[in-house]
């Protein structure tokens, strides 16, 4: 299984980016998929998440109303649109994909089975 995540770049506060995430190896359609991130010297946190067959969006209030996590299970890749990025979103953003998701601990990073190499996003003020 391989995640390749990509659209990550240098941008100013207030601007957006589409963060993607191509998967090769897994049943797709069947794998809940999310994006955690990890600013330097920190843990690494819940972003968003999406469950199999796109049923269902979940997202950390930091983010909630200005990033949208979707999925095409016809091109096995799931996407991250970030709008109004602020200086604090800085971070290197990973997708993580589940096979099999409790719903309770969506936002546990234990829950995912596999990892991309993450893709960095510098938001400058």
């Known amino acids: 299984v391989q995640l390749q995540a990509s659209g990550g770049g240098l941008v100013q506060a207030g601007d957006s980016l589409r963060l993607s995430c191509a998967t090769s190896g897994l049943t797709f359609r069947t794998a809940s998929m999310a994006w955690f991130r990890q600013a330097p010297g920190e843990e690494r946190v819940f972003v968003a998440a999406?469950?199999?067959?796109?049923?269902?969006?979940y997202y950390a209030d930091s983010v909630k109303g200005r990033f949208t996590m979707s999925r095409d299970n016809a091109k096995n890749t799931v996407y991250l649109q970030m709008n109004s990025l602020k200086p604090e979103d800085t971070s290197v953003y990973y997708c993580a994909a589940a096979t099999g998701l409790i719903l309770s601990a969506v936002r546990d990073r234990g829950q995912y089975d596999y990892w991309g190499q993450g893709t960095q996003v510098t938001v400058s003020s």
């Open positions: 999406i469950r199999r067959g796109g049923g269902g969006t």
